[in-house]
């Protein structure tokens, strides 16, 4: 059974309580699924030592995740302020956090350096000197341009914002140990929810390759790479799942062909967040209105305050009815938005829906929440955990008007016209 199906049978056994108890919408995860795609992680990998897995915080940055996350071995993958304090609170720190940020501020360098620091990982050769102090360990993120993704959200990494270009990377090297670096990793990151491993695969094989190359031109020694996330996940039914065995069978001898060669081998890193939690995330809200117009639509109490993908993306998130089976009308399943985009589901076959039933949209424990917004006055639902023991706990209170209201409450301030 997919783990989101086993996890979708434990909910659904206490549904109807959890919805009276805590009331919709809500995100609920499942502890159980989330520590069991963590283990399966790392033992595939267990071949390449030093193997380690650093979340991507962005995709569920919930403290009561995080801790699971810790507490299976892995370290944060941090973009912002707010994620590097989120990790540091939790009691991570140093080569614990690995920065990757875009587009990167001074203040941005100066948190990443407070408190202990974190693995910097930089994403243009111009950084090397606009970072206020070189740490000694460095990591570059690698752009490689035209080598094709063929992947919709990344799209072809020339027109990708990330990265430092292929003729600029040893460069960044060299500048970097002018600087005063003494340790190095490189890290890419290529792809966005892909399902075919062999891709994975390609991308090891390129930064061991890369790793080669510039550590024979600059004599220096690379402590690891990262592959960094994206690993896909099914979100339509029948969708294969990725083939993580195999995916970690065939970068385990990259790296066993590479100890050969030289002698030792870099470490590996990820990044992976969607893999992580994505198939442990649901999103329970309530039908609350049916609206026949030219379509049927079933109005629900979420919007996209508290899901995305499906609007910024056209992304497929699977919906089930609680307690109601088959097919027997196609329906627009739509939030309060105004705005068209505010749609969880086009045109879907889904079972008769009336006000008051549960539906569950499946797969948003990666990149859901966290994504929400706050346009139209909307506010972000609750997070809950269901825990291992059974037990189910609120881990994020809904959003409140006050929250909404919070930054107008603020000192007057006037530039006055000269
Ligand atoms: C978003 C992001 C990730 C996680 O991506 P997933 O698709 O959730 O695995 C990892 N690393 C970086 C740098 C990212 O920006």
Redesign the pocket.
Known sequence: MPASADFKQRLEARLTAIAEHFGTPFHIYDEKGIRETCTGLSEAFSGIPGFQEYF?V??LPNPTIMKIMRSMGFGF?C?SIAELKLSRRLGACGEEIMF?S?NTSRLEYLEAAADGGCVL?LDDITFVDKVPEMPELICF?YNPGSRRTGNSIIGNPVEAK?GVAHDQIMSAYRHAIERGATRFGLHT?L???EREYSYMVETARMLLELVEWISGELNIVFEFINI?????IPYKPGEKALDIQSMAREITAEFDSFRERHGYAPKMYM??????T?PHGILVTQAINRKEIYRTYVGVDACMSALMRPGMYGAYHHITVFGKQGSEEIVDVSGSLCENNDKFAIQRSLPKTEDGDLLLIHDTG??GLAMGFNYNGKLRPKELLLCADGSVELIRREERLDDYFATLDFDPDRLHAC
Do not use: F, Q, V
């Open positions: 991507a962005k995709a993958d973009s990757t875009a990982n993120r990330y990151m792809a966005s929810n960094g996330g994206g690993l896909g990044e992976s967040g969607r893999y992580m994505g990666a990149h």
